[in-house]
């Protein structure tokens, strides 16, 4: 065959000589299209721009403005920073380096923690190599090949990748000296990465095993253009100033320490109040919505986490202990007690659906690597609810969960994006059953009316789940409300109604959290508010200033005043100049300052000032309780 026809994505046929490439293919198109194209797709499947095409593919050409193009432009700059430190670095071993949502990284097993100063070296012998225009060129090998190639090149965890893959060919990159194993695709040239900044060091045990190797996890980023990348940089600037764990301290909220345990939070006054804040919050949202409030033990007999299914798929997150030779388990999950409520009586269709919510404290034992501050804890609290209802009233009770997550997150500024999440490899239930909870999570996102994307086998070991994820102020996303299926348990725990048949019927349960963990939900707050909360949200909402020590006795019957209306106030009479004291307030981020020199305690008033220095109209203590007030009930 001397000639291939290939079918463009607006179904026109495009006839090539036979062997031609998804280069040539754009070539033929245009001299612009041709170098734009950074990669393509056959029937669908990324490929590297000097894949050879068949005849009758459907093809489609990759350029930068592609959605495909930023990852694949992240995994070759990967690529690249390893490159760059074998060659500075002969003695590093190179790991694994993917392309993640912010960048990319790649961890390196080397004698010696990287330091700032290394990263400045890899970066500039990065922009070298670039400048050298190697090209990056695709090669398949037999494993035994591959393996025996890595061996003698000393990369020993190649070797352990390839071994656990089981296939019979692997594919290799090389770029100028160096070749790493990778399934592609990647840029054509070295040069084709213009706009990337290493950002951060890191420890990162291999395979997230504390009882492996400590590897060097060196992070960057990459963008197809340099003002993409400028902007970037920009928002981790900004990032780094919201920093939870640097604002927890600077205002005071919360602590860790080692003493204590890693993974538990200590929290200070002001935190609290602002956990206390949150979940009265919580608690008259869920009223308000038909929830009856419920509460269930720490620890619970081990039986019953074998019963549930939580013993054999999550015991390696769990806590156990003895008591009286009976073991038990310390709950991480709050479902077991509610299931247990559900039973202590016989149900009715008519009682359906029961919707139990708990503040529920629970431990997980997440490793040590992954713990982040308030992001990443061992003890924790979510607001956690499980509603039980018939079948028939399932699609109402998904739908209702959706608009409670609108509602709130709208309180709270937040826009926010859903994902399915299907049945991992791991799970328990039968495929009807997991068919069904699937189906009514698809159809109320459907009928939701909002985009959603379909995460493959990331669903709970029990079932199916919505995970939403919030964009906060720097438009990053966090899991925190999620929504799961369960038709599994309630078998296991034999839950039944008598319906209107008078037959005993199997309720549905879902489980379902909306601001999720209080701590990981407060760390989001933190950097979203950047610490400016709202008054309503605020540990503190104002703070009585003086000018001098004369305005002390009007000032402390103000602030009593204040106090006992409910107005989280509090008080600075210290002989210092008020512009010092202004500045204080405004750095432990108070909305208000309520400033009091003569003529205030004359006209028995106060002077308001916002903490982004606007001042407001004088106004008596009484007006700014009101006023107060009225922010608190308009959320603020």
Not at 58 to 69: G, W, Y
């Amino acid at each position: 065959m001397n000639e291939i026809k290939v079918t463009l994505p607006d179904g026109s046929q495009r006839p090539l000589p036979a062997g031609s490439s998804i280069f040539d293919l754009a070539a033929s198109i245009g001299a612009g299209l041709a170098k734009a194209a950074i990669a393509g797709k056959i029937d669908g499947n990324l490929v590297d721009l000097n894949t050879k095409l068949t005849d009758g593919a459907r093809v489609e050409i990759i350029t930068e403005k592609s959605p495909e193009a930023l990852e694949i432009i992240r995994h070759s700059t990967s690529h690249l920073m390893a490159q760059a430190v074998k060659a500075l670095f002969p003695q590093a071993k190179v790991t694994i380096g993917p392309a993640i949502e912010t960048g990319f990284y790649y961890d390196f097993d080397v004698d010696h923690p990287f330091t700032p100063e290394d990263l400045e070296k890899i970066e500039a012998k990065m922009r070298e190599l670039a400048k050298s225009d190697l090209k990056i060129e695709r090669s398949e090998l037999s494993s035994a090949e591959a393996i025996e190639l890595f061996r003698k090149m000393g990369e020993d965890y190649k070797v352990e990748l390839i071994e656990d893959l089981g296939a019979d060919k692997v594919s290799l990159y090389t770029q100028g000296d160096f070749a790493d194993l990778c399934r592609g695709p990647h840029l054509p040239k070295t040069s084709y990465c213009k706009a990337f900044k290493l950002t951060s060091i890191a420890g990162a045990y291999w395979r997230g095993d504390e009882k492996r190797a400590m590897l060097q996890r060196v992070y960057g980023t990459a963008f197809a253009d340099k003002k993409e990348l400028d902007a970037y940089l920009e928002r981790i600037e900004e990032a780094k100033k919201r920093d939870h764990r640097k604002l927890g301290k600077e205002l005071d909220l919360f602590s860790f320490n080692d003493e204590v345990g890693a993974g538990l939070v200590i929290w200070h006054p002001k935190g609290a109040m602002l956990r206390t804040i949150l979940e009265d919050f919580e608690r008259k949202e869920h009223l308000k919505r038909g929830y009856d409030i419920v509460l269930g033990p720490q620890i619970l007999k081990t039986e019953l986490w074998q019963r549930s299914g939580h013993y054999e798929n999550y015991r390696e997150n769990m806590y156990f202990t003895t008591v009286d030779e009976q073991g038990y388990g310390v709950k991480p999950m709050n479902c077991l007690a509610h299931m247990m409520i559900y039973r202590s009586q016989l149900r009715s269709y008519r009682d359906l659906p029961l919707r139990y919510f708990e503040l529920g404290t629970v431990h997980r034992h997440e490793r040590a690597g992954v713990l982040h501050g308030l992001l990443r804890v061992r003890g924790f609290t979510q607001d956690d609810a499980h509603i039980l209802c018939t079948p028939d009233q399932l699609d109402a009770e998904i739908k209702g969960v959706i608009q409670f997550v609108t509602e709130v997150m709208g309180i709270f500024g937040f826009e926010f994006e859903m994902e399915l999440s299907t049945r991992p490899e791991k799970s328990i239930g039968s495929d009807d059953a997991w068919e069904l909870a699937t189906s009514a999570l698809l159809n109320a996102l459907k009928d939701s009316g909002r985009p959603y994307e379909i995460n493959e086998g990331d669903g709970a070991f029990y079932g199916p789940k919505i995970d939403i994820k919030l964009r906060d102020a720097l438009d990053r996303r966090w899991q925190c409300a999620t929504i799961q299926c369960d038709f599994t348990l309630p078998e296991r725990f034999d839950l039944t109604y008598v319906d209107a048949d008078g037959e005993k019927k199997r309720p549905v349960m879902v489980h379902r959290v909306i601001l999720g963990a209080i701590e990981r939900f407060i760390g989001v707050l933190i950097e979203h508010f950047a610490g400016n909360f709202p008054t309503w949200l605020a540990p503190v909402q104002a703070t009585v200033l003086t000018v001098t020590d004369n305005q002390i006795p009007y000032a402390q019957a103000a602030f009593d005043k204040l106090r006992a209306a409910g107005v989280r106030v509090q008080k600075d009479f210290r002989n210092e100049k008020l512009g010092f004291k202004i500045r204080e307030a405004q750095l432990q981020k108070i909305p208000y300052m309520l400033v009091v020199g003569d003529k205030e305690v004359e006209g028995g008033l106060l002077a308001p000032r916002f903490r982004d220095g606007k001042n407001l109209d004088a106004m008596t203590p009484e007006q700014f309780i009101a006023f107060i007030e009225n922010e608190v009930k308009t959320y603020k």
